[in-house]
């Protein structure tokens, strides 16, 4: 199998690329991404790629011929212009490309935030749900915007497979990227979070596992991944340390483009709609090795912001660590 992994150089990436590595399926691995892979091995190799180029993209999927395009690039900081140009655009030249050289299957990385806000006490929500994302969050409007076109070109194209996974918020020890900085990174902009909202996570390595399995059994369809469980961002706050606090922000004190990041990260955290992972578990028999406690906590433990009064919880025959010097107020 010869796969083509854009943006894999990403963690995700990396995760995904060390799990295919020495497969016997694995005939031939190229990550394409603007940056070099952390990951490198026997029959894996690099090419500079920005899929915003339609031409680039093109003529690689040309020379390469691969059995599977994996397509990770994308842009979850809030530049918007380039957010579109990337997640959307992107995506669009990646199908192109795909449709030109007769790709057979193309899997992409959404978000479960297509499925919009959570309305009431809903049951976790299915693949088939409607995609409702809110209109004042980019990434999530500009996702579902690219899996709309996933799923035109899988009904053009029904001699081809087409996966479309959603995740929920992905955390874990190798996470570092902007939804981890809220809650690691002062001011601690998650404190601002509405404590009373849920929140699921997944385990980075439950979701490069699903992948795994998605790519090895050439499984077409949309698929939600998120860990076992859900918190309420109350207790996130909890276990990272950090108070809830409901105040305004004084714009002079912080930049346009910081206040915009933040706007952008909490949108994660407003409420969004759970879902199952039913469609994920019935093809391929993955189940979560995580629960969604777990995903958070790892990260947090990954960056030193387990508060110390929830690494007594954790360990109650042991005293707290003191070395905790973590902001509980």
Do not use: K
């Amino acid at each position: 199998m010869r796969y083509v992994i854009t943006g894999g150089s990403g963690y995700i990436g990396s995760l995904l690329v060390a799990r295919l590595i020495g497969r016997p399926a694995t005939d031939r691995i190229l990550v394409a991404d603007v940056n070099p892979p952390r990951v490198f091995g026997h029959g894996v190799d690099y090419t500079a790629l920005d899929v915003r180029d339609a031409g680039q993209v093109r003529a690689l999927l040309e020379r390469e011929r691969p059995d599977v395009v994996v397509h990770l690039a994308a842009v979850g900081e809030p530049d918007v212009g380039t957010m579109y140009e990337v997640n959307v655009a992107g995506t669009n030249n990646l199908l192109g490309a795909a449709t030109a050289v007769g790709t057979g299957h193309v899997v992409t990385i959404s978000t479960s935030a297509v499925y919009g806000r959570l309305e009431g006490d809903a049951a976790p929500l299915t693949e088939d749900a409607s995609l409702r994302a809110p209109d004042d969050f980019e990434y999530a409007r500009h996702a579902a915007t690219a899996d709309r076109l996933c799923e035109l070109w899988s009904a053009r194209h029904q001699d081809r497979a087409m996966t479309i996974v959603r995740p929920v918020v992905v955390m874990g020890p190798r996470t570092d990227n902007f939804m981890t900085r809220i809650w690691t990174d002062e001011p601690f902009d998650a404190r601002s979070a509405d404590p009373e909202s849920p929140i699921q996570f997944v385990h980075e390595d439950d979701l490069a596992e699903a992948l795994v399995l998605l790519l090895e059994g050439g499984h077409a369809g949309v698929f939600n991944v998120a860990g076992s469980g859900a918190l309420t961002v109350g207790e996130c706050q909890r276990i990272a340390g950090i108070t809830a606090r409901r105040l305004p922000r004084v714009p002079t004190l912080r930049g346009r483009g910081r206040r915009e990041a933040t706007r952008h990260s909490l949108q994660f955290l407003a409420r969004p709609a759970t879902v199952g992972t039913g469609n994920l578990e019935r093809r391929t028999a993955w189940l979560a090795g995580h629960t969604s406690r777990d995903a958070f906590e790892a990260a947090m433990r990954a960056h030193g912001r387990l508060s110390a009064s929830h690494q007594a919880e954790m360990r109650p025959d042991r005293p707290a660590t003191p070395a905790a010097a973590i902001d509980e107020g």
